[in-house]
């Protein structure tokens, strides 16, 4: 799928109308093959701000439907989408469209991961039955459980091998670390009058170099979900 038909089937007219829940929701869950260079064109011209929302609704979303006791895969998806929406608050501030390309890959090998490269194991517990199911169709599979009366053991230890490359996930922190700067520095700079004697600095020139990327991601060390 190039570029035209990309927009074609999301139904928009240009990037700028990009705005929604079921924007996002279509282009993850295509079945269709997208180029990559379709998506970075894509994304080069969406709001930053409102792409980081949407994406902060569908993995929240997403997350609420993993099956309850599939802790690791929940806390899998929660990262992915975390580095997601870190990079998308980087767009703004995109250098030669280095970020958005990032952006592109990074969405582009979820998708893929989610819909189609993965093997969950799906055991009916009624039946002994198993069937091996992408990660999306495993899901799927237990939001129709209160529905057709089936129950399921999940094995999604063969997905869990995705990886989150340290680049990706400290530069996804840091854009978000600087995107949450801008706003508060928008916030201070309206209050100026207020606060004469108050120094507010903030770097406008601030780059991603190499040496503060090699720090690595840190987060939470301990997840906790009620079951």
């Known amino acids: 799928m190039n570029y035209k038909e990309l927009l ?3 139904d928009l007219d240009t990037p700028l109308d990009f705005q929604y829940f079921e924007n996002l929701a279509d282009i993850i869950e295509c079945e269709d093959e997208i180029e990559d260079e379709a998506l970075e064109k894509l994304f080069a011209g969406v709001d930053s701000e409102i792409l980081a929302e949407v994406l902060e609704n569908y993995f929240t979303e997403l997350t609420d439907k993993v099956p309850q006791k599939s ?3 929940y806390t899998l998806i929660e990262n992915i989408g975390r580095a997601l929406k870190g990079l998308a608050k980087s767009l703004d501030d ?3 469209g280095a970020n958005v ?3 592109a890959e990074e969405l582009s090998r979820f998708r893929k991961w989610y819909m189609f490269d993965t093997e969950v194991t799906c055991r009916n517990i009624k039946t002994g039955n198993e069937e091996i199911v992408p990660v999306a169709e495993a899901i799927s599979l237990y939001r129709l459980e209160s ?3 089936d129950e399921y053991d999940y094995d999604f230890e063969s997905a869990l091998e995705y990886e989150l490359e340290e680049f990706v996930m400290s530069f ?3 854009a978000a670390a600087e995107y949450d700067e801008s706003d508060d520095y ?3 700079h309206d209050h100026e009058h207020e606060h004469e004697h108050h120094e507010h600095w903030h770097d406008h020139d601030h780059k991603f170099e190499a040496s503060i990327l ?3 991601f840190v987060y939470d060390d301990e997840f906790e979900r009620d079951l």
């Open 147 to 149: 529905l057709d009366g």
């Open 186 to 188: 928008e916030h201070d």
């Open 101 to 103: 390309s990032l952006f």
């Open 214 to 216: 090699d720090d690595g």
């Open 94 to 96: 995109d250098i030669e």
């Open 71 to 73: 802790v690791d895969i």
């Open 172 to 174: 996804a922190t840091l």
């Open 8 to 10: 074609e089937y999301l």
